[in-house]
């Protein structure tokens, strides 16, 4: 492959790597807000899942619902904005595979540009919108339910234990009398 078209490739690559990144710029306190959002509103739902034992049946069909579409819309906005990152990554093993006669200065100036220069969407350059991030939140979701749930386990185990307390100062003082 000749040296002209690689730089024409090059030049494709950074007018796509500008227009993801004015669309970061642009969208990315949205995206900060919907992933903000969207984690907090799975807490919530885990929260009072874990929480409100005597739900009714309609609040129980609710959560669930509820906790599927909120769980479904983040991955979905988390894999669809992922694949911009995986898919600027998409040519390297096209560049590491250009025979050593062909490789040129532009082979390598495109190659520098994709290794250095991450394409990807952000949340206000807290996190960058990767497939890995859906591992991260996963974890994160996990994390909190497990935290949740121990902290439910011990306060249902001191409402028992102090519901004991009172039922034997009761009988205790009912002896006394």
Known sequence: MSLEFWRESRIRYIKLSFLVKNLDEKFSLLMLFTFFNNVYSICCLLYR??????????????????????????YGICLAAGRIHDLSKDI????????????????????????QDPVSLTGSRFFSITRGLVLKITGTIFTYEIVLAQFNQISTENENTTRQSACISSSVAHRET
Do not use: G, M
């Open 92 to 115: 390297l093993p096209v560049l590491f595979s250009v025979p050593s006669q062909s490789y040129n200065v532009e082979v390598h100036r495109l190659f520098l540009q994709i290794w």
């Open 49 to 74: 899942a874990l929480k409100w034992r005597d739900l009714t049946t309609i609040h129980t069909i609710y959560n669930c619902a509820a906790f599927i579409l909120v769980t479904v819309r983040l």
